[in-house]
């Protein structure tokens, strides 16, 4: 077992994944002793200028783990649906992103049309990958629930061909009911990763159900996002403005590959 792997084989001390977006969010997350950084696809897409979850950020995605990989930390890589509906591309993919130095990878059913890849597919994508890369950790999400309504039965049937085909770990977003989340897991083989949610259990709750992971998706990308702009607003209309505690000189720190 790697010690990416490990990570979310802890009994009551799930892995809390921050996500990142570019160099210096990475960065600055691994400094304060985060023990594995993520990526987002909506914070990679968007400094692009490019929608997310259409599969158009290929490049990009790659670009960021090339930046990202062989930094000193565990490094999982957002990579959507992979970019292709021909399980050998996807493979090839992910194969450039384990030689950029990524351990894991997120592999998700959803499509930017609002509709689910079907199951044995994705199911497909999973099983070239594992045998191209058997070293990735392949975190296999369903977006069952981000579509809405009880599909507690779609989700077990789609995870357990996931789990089947070799998938390392399961991703359900939108997920956070309890209950819901307690019957799930008496289903699974494998770590269960959960999406933060402000409304949903907090991370020692979700730990006490037994969840392995809890992701925080594009939730730091959108509060960075919203923290610039209140800022810009206050200087704009005369306010006091705190624009953080991160100076100038802790960021080329950062950047330089040290840290304060």
Same mark, same amino acid.
């Given at each position: ?11 009551g001390?799930?892995l809390l ?9 990475a960065?600055?997350?691994?400094a304060?002793?985060?023990?594995a950084?993520?990526?987002t ?24 783990a090339?930046?990202?990989g ?15 509906d021909d399980?050998d ?7 450039e992103?384990a030689?950029? $130095? *990524? ?5 998700e +059913?959803g %499509? ?5 890849? #079907?199951?044995?597919?994705h199911? !497909?994508k ?14 296999a ?6 579509l809405?309504g ?9 995870l357990?061909?996931y789990?089947?085909?070799?998938a390392?770990g399961?991703?359900v ?11 799930l ?7 269960l990763?959960?999406l933060?949610s402000?409304t ?7 730990a006490a ?9 594009s939730l ?5 996002? $919203? *923290? ?5 607003? +206050?200087? %704009?209309?005369g306010r006091?403005?705190e #624009?953080?505690?991160?100076t100038? !000189?802790?960021?080329q720190r950062?950047s330089?590959?040290?840290t304060p």
């Amino acid at each position: 077992m790697n010690d990416f792997t490990a990570l979310h084989h802890r009994p009551g001390t799930p892995l809390l994944l921050p996500n990142a977006w570019d160099h210096a969010s990475a960065t600055a997350l691994a400094a304060e002793g985060f023990e594995a950084i993520g990526t987002t696809s909506l914070g990679v897409a968007a400094a692009a200028g490019l929608p997310d979850g259409t599969g158009a950020t290929r490049e990009e995605t790659l670009l960021l783990a090339h930046r990202l990989g062989g930094s000193g930390f565990l490094l999982t890589v957002d990579a959507e649906g992979g970019f292709s509906d021909d399980p050998d591309e996807v493979a090839d993919f992910v194969r450039e992103l384990a030689d950029a $130095g *990524a351990v894991g990878i997120n592999l998700e +059913d959803g %499509r930017g049309d609002g509709t689910l890849t #079907p199951a044995d597919l994705h199911a !497909a994508k999973i099983a070239a990958v594992k045998e191209a890369v058997p070293g990735i950790f392949v975190n296999a999400r369903t977006d069952t629930y981000w579509l809405g309504g009880d599909r507690q039965q779609e989700t077990e049937h789609r995870l357990a061909a996931y789990q089947q085909a070799g998938a390392d770990g399961v991703f359900v977003p939108a997920l956070s009911d309890p209950g819901t989340i307690t019957a799930l897991l008496k289903h699974l083989d494998v770590p269960l990763n959960i999406l933060y949610s402000a409304t949903g259990p907090t991370v020692p709750e979700l730990a006490a159900l037994g969840v392995s992971r809890v992701s925080l998706g594009s939730l730091l990308f959108r509060a960075a996002l $919203g *923290a610039a702009v209140g800022v810009a607003k +206050d200087i %704009r209309a005369g306010r006091p403005a705190e #624009p953080g505690t991160v100076t100038y !000189a802790e960021v080329q720190r950062l950047s330089s590959g040290t840290t304060p």
